[in-house]
């Protein structure tokens, strides 16, 4: 189901039509005035409008054309992309054939090109990175979207994890009908996904890196010290830090000096809340260095209140798990401004396609 034609020896494309010239168009083609001609075989076609309003042109079922019938999935996300490539000024063919290769959506501006391929069926990732050199042969950069990615271009099971030589981004359809694409934590409707990534919202990043002001929830809980039985008290976080295009990342999972509970902008947040009427009672030892006997060494440690014994990371994180699980303890939001950014998985990058409105991304250094 083709949204392009020739009509009076003119390229069309059916979504450009407006409701009214549409109308017009079908009552020339049954009064034979004008004729379909699609461009993928040279034979006549015909025009309808899907159930959802979508213009298209179509083949007879017998006209031996060897173009493969389209889901209406299909049709929507090529229409889509092409009001998003007019929106930014990019000239957009659907249907484009060059070479040894058929874009979906085959867009250019100035010298700039781009192929729109959207995978709504099943897509080996042979076919994929074969397909893929097509394009890489004749200097197009591509964009797919597919609505299953081959497990082995995911990164799990052992697998490769395509960057930006290969684009790739998840595409799904909503129980409102509307396309989507997955990115992140954000799912964005194909048309301001395809915008924000002409707009230069969307970036490749080889690692995560933390907003330098955080939105944190510390809560506070009852223990005992293991030496002298005095009770006091713990706090943790409640949950990990928010990177540049909005993941959570969980810096509070290191221990010894990474754990973020110890930074000195959370210490002194944890401060200013004892100095309140609702957190006055909470008892707290130092953070400071102390040497463990079982680690043989000295790190910055949490400790007793009354008798400086070294509370253990180890036992500090298993406790964390029953904290952070418990929303009837006392608990205390506050903004917290660190004054950098965490990249804590410098030895094991992540990298991902990084979105971000106001262009704040993870590799963004001046930030």
Known sequence: ????????????????????????????IKASVEKIILPCCGREGHMRTSKLGLNHFYHKATDGCNYKPESIQHLTAKSEIIRACANNKWTAIPEYVQDDWIADVYATNGKREIAFEVQWSRQTASETHRRQERYKDSGVMTCWFMRKIPKELTGWYGGEKPGRELPIFEIFEDNDGELKVKIGVHNLALFDFTNALFKGHVKYCHRYSTMIKQLVEIRFYEKKCWLCDQVQHGYHLTHGLVTKCGEELHVDEG??????????????AVRDFQNTEEGKHLIIGDIKPRFSRTERMEYLSFGCHYCDALFGDFFNFKESFEVV?????????????????FTPEDEFPRPHWCYSPNKYFCCTKRY
């Open 1 to 28: 189901m083709p949204l392009r034609a020739i009509i009076d020896n003119k390229e069309v494309i059916s979504t450009e039509f407006t409701k009214d010239e549409w109308t017009e168009l079908r009552k020339s």
């Open 255 to 268: 221990l010894w000096e990474n754990h973020i509970g110890k930074h000195p902008a959370v210490i002194k």
């Open 325 to 341: 699980q418990n929303k009837n303890l006392l608990s205390y939001q506050t903004e917290i401004d660190f004054g950098v950014s």
